[in-house]
């Protein structure tokens, strides 16, 4: 059982030693982990998701049988329900690290079959206007939308209708709301399609339009289950 940074880095230590850790359980928040940008700011300290990817794939690779792993970003969709869009766009960043550690770390040429995917959009999130094509990073947050708006980036649902709350705040801020249309204490799933990456063996059969429950029965059928 861990619950910090070191803790997780004393088990990895053991495990590159060659020496047997068995099981490992993790928690180490409370609640919901941070999100990336309040990170550092846990006295205990809380791993990347990068960091347990890593840890998780060297110890998951031990077995001969092979095995599942997932990952999940969790705290995309939190801070889309809350229109931060700064923290939405880090988390995936994030996220987008946890996925190249998977790619560097596994042979997805012969026999891991990596697949990336969502289970729902929140919260309609667009980009708007038409901002120079030089804008990037921060400067999504602090830059207007030419043609179009102040906000580059806007939601359809959600707290951020209330612009009151914003007063004050740089619009770079990690707790600034981006402007959401219709008002409610959290932005609302959508039916938008997600998209779904697939690398490996069959990742051919992660191609087109699908419907989301066969993403499930396609990653069955490759691990031989019912």
């Given at each position: 059982y861990v619950q910090r940074t070191s803790d997780l880095d004393a088990v990895r230590a053991d495990l590159d030693a060659g020496r047997d850790v068995g099981k490992v359980l993790g928690l180490f928040s409370a609640d919901d982990m941070a999100y990336e940008f309040d990170r550092h700011e846990d006295p205990w300290g809380e791993p990347s998701l990068e960091e347990m990817t890593r840890f998780a794939i060297a110890l998951l690779e031990r077995n001969a049988k092979g095995y599942f792993l997932l990952v999940e970003g969790g705290r995309i969709d939190h801070a889309a329900h809350e229109n931060l869009a700064r923290h939405m766009v880090n988390e995936t960043l994030a996220f987008d690290r946890a996925v190249k550690a998977g790619l560097e770390l596994t042979d997805e040429a012969n026999d891991t079959l990596i697949v990336v995917t969502a289970d729902h959009e929140t919260g309609g999130m667009s980009i708007n206007g038409y901002p120079s094509v030089e804008?990037?990073?921060?400067?999504?947050?602090?830059?207007?939308?030419?043609?179009?708006?102040?906000?580059?980036?806007?939601?359809?649902?959600?707290?951020?209708?209330?612009?009151?709350?914003?007063?004050?705040?740089?619009?770079?801020?990690?707790?600034?709301?981006?402007?959401?249309?219709?008002?409610?204490?959290?932005?609302?799933?959508?039916?938008?399609d997600v998209i779904a990456y697939a690398a490996g063996p069959t990742a051919e059969e992660f191609r087109g339009t699908i419907d989301n429950t066969d993403i499930a029965k396609k990653m069955m059928a490759y691990l031989g289950l019912d």
């Open positions: 804008i990037g990073g921060d400067d999504l947050f602090r830059e207007p939308a030419g043609i179009g708006g102040p906000h580059i980036i806007t939601f359809a649902t959600g707290p951020g209708a209330n612009r009151e709350q914003q007063e004050g705040l740089a619009t770079d801020a990690a707790e600034y709301r981006q402007p959401a249309l219709v008002p409610g204490t959290s932005a609302a799933h959508t039916g938008s």
